[in-house]
Nanobody, 115 residues
Framework: QVTLVESGGGLVQAGESLSVSCLVSGSVFSIRTMVWHRQAPGKQRELVAAVSEGGSASYADSVKGRFTISRNSAKNTVYLRMSSLKPDDTAIYYC?????????WGQGTQVTVSS
């Protein structure tokens, strides 16, 4: 069992930066890949970024060059640093932990970018 709690969302203006965090607890030793997804109103949930157990990161084209995902295993925390934010980045951001064939999700944190 894995529990994830996101924090750090908020309201920012376009062009500004914001970081969100995800604290993981439980069977953390079993986690391989950590991911951030987001869901905007009226849209499907989409993958934003992923980081492997070894630290290799991948990004959606829409955020490449603006977002950075990282994980601190000692703190059981995954971060998403977002810069040059756009109104289109407005969404609920969810942290996920892949354990075998299952993905555990947090409750999400709202990020709102005003124009």
């Amino acid at each position: 069992q894995v529990t994830l709690v996101e924090s750090g969302g908020g309201l920012v203006q376009a062009g500004e930066s914001l970081s969100v965090s995800c604290l993981v607890s439980g069977s953390v030793f079993s986690i391989r890949t950590m991911v951030w997804h987001r869901q905007a109103p009226g849209k499907q949930r989409e993958l934003v970024a992923a980081v492997s157990e070894g630290g290799s990161a991948s990004y959606a084209d829409s955020v490449k060059g603006r977002f950075t995902i990282s994980r601190n295993s000692a703190k059981n925390t995954v971060y998403l640093r977002m810069s040059s934010l756009k109104p289109d980045d407005t969404a609920i951001y969810y942290c996920g932990a892949e354990v075998g064939n299952r993905v555990y999700w947090g409750q999400g944190t709202q990020v709102t970018v005003s124009s």
